[in-house]
């Protein structure tokens, strides 16, 4: 059998799902660091500058800037451009009434370091446990 | 209602407690977009309405100068936009300084959204506010109600990391980049600010503007009365970390600014009388705009400070600013201004490139000899 690096935190939105991670060392802005129209980085400071949240596990330490950023999230979501989960080391209210209104499953107080991008991660938000199924080579 | 108990079961709330005012961000239509839009019209169709005094952020246009110059379905949107929020009983505000329209007392629970004013409120009013998300800020007006946690309890808002400001800071652009620089640093840690000599509101205004920007800081300290106990975190802040930070800020190649833009966050009564006292009898330069943002209500009690910046060539825009509208539309690439919150957004905001410099450099640009 297979074993799978476990990482448990708290489960803030519930939801379950399983896709490839995006992860960022940088706290984000959603207002302003992501496109609504396309759901990429737009920020060109950022890590992730040129990379898509959409269907991505995205994980980063944690929300900052501005509080239209909950509205940003809800807006990604109605188009389909939303991530599939948000992992974060510390839950913003931002981000969190995000998830909430956008109903993304959301998990916080998860060493975001631990994971990695592209690795392929199972998501729990019931339990708040993230499994990464397959990690990227190297 | 969903919204306030989750985040109120999350930060340990145990109760939801009354707000004297709260005040709501993702009112532009620029930063919110179609699908919050319908959301919000939901709400006011059910029959939803503010139970507590309740703010407004800036929009997308200012009535008087730009809403001739952008698209129609555009400002159609925004008008329809703010007939929602009129509906919902909000006061038709439109700034990010509600503390100038009424400044809320010290020790007063509020909630409210627009990151700038949460610190300012926090750090220099003494008012009590977590940094709501806009849709919680919005839960709480209607309710009237917040949840007991984060810096609603006393405990939450002692400093936790003492930082030594050996860099002296000259202007407020140097007080921007130090909260640019320090928001990038704290996460959300509280810092006792040690060394700043006597500065001013809106020295303080720039700082929390900017360290909210850059961080989830919802609360400074500074001066000498406040006290911290036992071992603290230390961090010193040279004179090269405020000049690389202002550095940073500035992406533009050009040294001629299509727009100069003083006002973000939105001018006090104070700043309108010096920009108009610094204007004197000059005149803007050709091809370069000049905006000067604020509240009407600021507007209206400056009248004749505003009649004397408008006789140079300038704008008073009221309701709006430079970040939250389409000054790409309006063709503006590269922007002036003493913001440091509005140097950090703009270059995806505003698809612009930016000069940030003090209001007497913005000046210097902005009008002939």
Same mark, same amino acid.
Not at chain 1, 11 to 29: M, N
Not at chain 2, 6 to 15: P, V
């Given at each position: 059998?297979?074993?799978?690096?476990?990482?448990?935190?708290?489960?803030?939105?519930?939801?379950?799902?399983?896709?490839?991670?995006?992860?960022?060392?940088?706290?984000?802005?959603?207002?302003?660091?992501?496109?609504?129209?396309?759901?990429?980085?737009?920020?060109?400071?950022?890590?992730?500058?040129?990379?898509?949240?959409?269907?991505?596990?995205?994980?980063?330490?944690?929300?900052?800037?501005?509080?239209?950023?909950?509205?940003?999230?809800?807006?990604?979501?109605?188009?389909?451009?939303?991530?599939?989960?948000?992992?974060?080391?510390?839950?913003?209210?931002?981000?969190?009434?995000?998830?909430?209104?956008?109903?993304?499953?959301?998990?916080?107080?998860?060493?975001?370091?631990?994971?990695?991008?592209?690795?392929?991660?199972?998501?729990?938000?019931?339990?708040?446990?993230?499994?990464?199924?397959?990690?990227?080579?190297? | 209602?969903?919204?306030?108990?989750?985040?109120?079961?999350?930060?340990?709330?145990?109760?939801?407690?009354?707000?004297?005012?709260?005040?709501?961000?993702?009112?532009?239509?620029?930063?919110?977009?179609?699908?919050?839009?319908?959301?919000?019209?939901?709400?006011?169709?059910?029959?939803?309405?503010?139970?507590?005094?309740?703010?407004?952020?800036?929009?997308?246009?200012?009535?008087?100068?730009?809403?001739?110059?952008?698209?129609?379905?555009?400002?159609?949107?925004?008008?329809?936009?703010?007939?929602?929020? =009129?509906?919902?009983?909000?006061?038709?505000?439109?700034?990010?300084?509600?503390?100038?329209?009424?400044?809320?007392?010290?020790?007063?629970?509020?909630?409210?959204?627009?990151?700038?004013?949460?610190?300012?409120?926090?750090?220099?009013?003494?008012?009590?506010?977590?940094?709501?998300?806009?849709?919680?800020?919005?839960?709480?007006?209607?309710?009237?109600?917040?949840? =007991?946690?984060?810096?609603?309890?006393?405990?939450?808002?002692?400093?936790?990391?003492?930082?030594?400001?050996?860099?002296?800071?000259?202007?407020?652009?140097?007080?921007?980049?130090?909260?640019?620089?320090?928001? %990038?640093?704290?996460?959300?840690?509280?810092?006792?600010?040690?060394?700043?000599?006597?500065?001013?509101?809106?020295?303080?205004?720039?700082?929390?503007?900017?360290?909210?920007?850059?961080?989830?800081?919802?609360?400074? !300290? !500074?001066?000498?009365?406040? %006290?911290?106990?036992?071992?603290?975190?230390?961090?010193?802040?040279?004179?090269?970390?405020?000049?690389? #930070?202002?550095?940073?800020?500035?992406?533009?190649?050009?040294?001629?600014?299509?727009?100069?833009?003083?006002?973000?966050?939105?001018?006090?009564?104070?700043?309108?009388?010096?920009?108009?006292?610094?204007?004197?009898?000059?005149?803007?330069?050709?091809?370069?705009?000049?905006?000067?943002? #604020?509240?009407?209500?600021?507007?209206?009690?400056?009248?004749?400070?505003?009649?004397?910046?408008?006789?140079?060539?300038?704008?008073?825009?009221?309701?709006?600013?430079?970040?939250?509208?389409?000054? =790409?539309?309006?063709?503006?690439?590269?922007?002036?201004?003493?913001?440091?919150?509005?140097?950090?957004?703009?270059?995806?905001?505003?698809?612009?490139?930016?000069?940030?410099?003090?209001?007497?450099?913005?000046?210097?640009?902005?009008?002939?000899?």
């Amino acid at each position: 059998m297979a074993e799978y690096t476990v990482l448990r935190g708290r489960g803030i939105v519930e939801g379950f799902c399983k896709a490839e991670a995006l992860v960022s060392t940088k706290p984000i802005s959603f207002l302003g660091d992501v496109d609504l129209a396309t759901g990429k980085i737009v920020e060109k400071r950022h890590d992730l500058y040129g990379e898509s949240v959409k269907d991505r596990v995205l994980c980063f330490p944690h929300g900052h800037g501005s509080t239209v950023g909950s509205y940003v999230l809800y807006s990604l979501a109605k188009k389909g451009l939303a991530p599939k989960a948000i992992i974060n080391h510390k839950a913003d209210p931002v981000i969190v009434v995000g998830a909430v209104i956008a109903n993304i499953p959301m998990i916080d107080q998860i060493d975001t370091g631990r994971i990695r991008t592209g690795d392929l991660v199972e998501v729990d938000a019931y339990k708040g446990i993230v499994k990464i199924l397959k990690a990227v080579e190297g | 209602m969903k919204i306030l108990v989750k985040l109120g079961e999350l930060f340990n709330a145990s109760r939801l407690i009354p707000i004297e005012s709260a005040h709501v961000s993702g009112v532009s239509y620029k930063t919110l977009g179609e699908a919050p839009t319908d959301f919000l019209e939901a709400l006011a169709s059910a029959g939803e309405k503010v139970s507590v005094e309740a703010t407004l952020n800036p929009q997308s246009l200012d009535p008087k100068h730009l809403s001739k110059k952008l698209p129609k379905h555009l400002v159609e949107m925004q008008l329809k936009l703010c007939e929602i929020f =009129d509906k919902l009983g909000f006061m038709q505000s439109f700034t990010c300084t509600p503390y100038y329209i009424k400044e809320p007392k010290k020790g007063a629970h509020l909630a409210w959204a627009e990151s700038s004013a949460v610190v300012y409120a926090n750090s220099v009013l003494g008012a009590w506010t977590n940094r709501e998300g806009g849709p919680s800020a919005l839960a709480a007006a209607i309710i009237g109600k917040t949840p =007991d946690c984060g810096m609603h309890r006393a405990a939450n808002r002692e400093p936790n990391v003492v930082v030594e400001v050996e860099a002296s800071l000259g202007n407020e652009v140097d007080y921007g980049a130090l909260g640019i620089f320090l928001g %990038k640093i704290l996460e959300d840690k509280i810092p006792l600010l040690r060394g700043l000599k006597n500065p001013k509101a809106e020295d303080l205004k720039q700082l929390g503007a900017a360290l909210a920007s850059a961080g989830m800081v919802n609360i400074f !300290h !500074h001066g000498k009365s406040v %006290k911290v106990e036992g071992k603290i975190e230390k961090i010193t802040v040279e004179p090269r970390d405020i000049k690389e #930070t202002v550095a940073e800020l500035k992406t533009a190649k050009t040294r001629k600014p299509d727009l100069i833009f003083i006002g973000c966050p939105h001018c006090s009564l104070r700043e309108i009388r010096e920009i108009a006292s610094a204007i004197g009898n000059r005149k803007v330069r050709e091809n370069v705009e000049f905006w000067v943002c #604020t509240s009407c209500f600021i507007k209206e009690k400056a009248r004749a400070y505003v009649q004397k910046i408008e006789a140079s060539g300038a704008k008073v825009l009221t309701d709006t600013c430079a970040v939250v509208t389409w000054t =790409d539309m309006l063709g503006i690439k590269t922007i002036m201004t003493n913001s440091a919150k509005t140097a950090h957004y703009a270059p995806t905001l505003n698809r612009a490139e930016t000069i940030l410099a003090p209001l007497k450099e913005c000046l210097k640009t902005a009008l002939k000899e």
